[in-house]
């Protein structure tokens, strides 16, 4: 009964008196399943994404699962699973890595980064859908990790895949060759991406 704005407040002043500690955590887990608002929703799902809830994975695995809640829930209960970490997650990312709305297909790529279990990812090379399996090859996309590189390696050897995927995979593991030099902190002049890897 509470007005959408004043729960949004609500969702961050708990937090701020209580994050991460079980009385804050389960009002908002609660919040996150069942507020009427998409905004108390959404709000709820990034406090917990901030926090890195453990006990919030699966919550949020299920709102970005439901393709009926709004967009802008999901899309936070992708970055929220991402900060998260658990690879419990990954299976409902990578289900979103096909989304129609671009900014949840990127957010669940981002998370997926973000929780690098490549091996765990690497199922969604074998789905069903192209879409997913794009998704989890963008996903692993520069992605300088031995895992991803076996996956990509894999999939690009195997000929019962379509020859394009295979192409793209081969791709992928050819432009992870190099990787980048890092930034040493200091001045690398006016057009770094000019210098060579």
């Known amino acids: 009964k509470t007005d959408p704005t004043a729960g949004r407040h609500l969702v961050w002043t708990l937090d701020a008196l209580a994050g ?6 389960f009002p908002l887990i609660d919040a996150l ?3 009427p608002s998409a905004d108390v929703r959404a709000q709820a799902a ?3 994404g901030m926090r890195a809830v453990p006990i919030a994975v699966e919550p949020l695995a299920e709102v970005l699962a439901d393709a009926n809640v709004d967009p802008t829930v999901r899309l936070q209960a992708a970055v929220a699973a991402g900060r998260v970490g658990d690879p419990k997650a990954v299976p409902a990312l990578l289900a979103a890595t096909a989304d129609a709305d671009p900014y949840i297909a990127f957010s669940a790529r981002a998370a997926l980064r973000r929780i690098g279990d490549w091996k765990a990812a690497a199922a969604g090379l074998g789905a069903s859908d192209p879409k997913v399996r794009a998704g989890t090859m963008l996903a692993m996309e ?4 031995l895992d991803a590189a076996s996956a990509l390696a894999g999939f690009a050897a195997e000929p019962k895949h379509a020859p394009d995927e295979r192409a793209r995979a081969l791709f992928l593991l050819a432009q992870g060759h190099r990787r980048p030099i890092p930034w040493d902190g ?4 006016t057009q770094p ?5």
């Not at 520069?142 to 990790?145: E, I, L, N, V």
């Not at 991406?193 to 890897?197: E, F, G, I, L, S």
């Open 20 to 25: 991460g500690t079980p009385e804050a955590t």
């Open 193 to 197: 991406a000019k210098t060579k890897p």
């Open 33 to 35: 399943k069942s507020s």
């Open 46 to 48: 990034r406090a917990l």
């Open 186 to 189: 200091r001045w690398w002049g």
């Open 142 to 145: 520069m992605t300088y990790d």
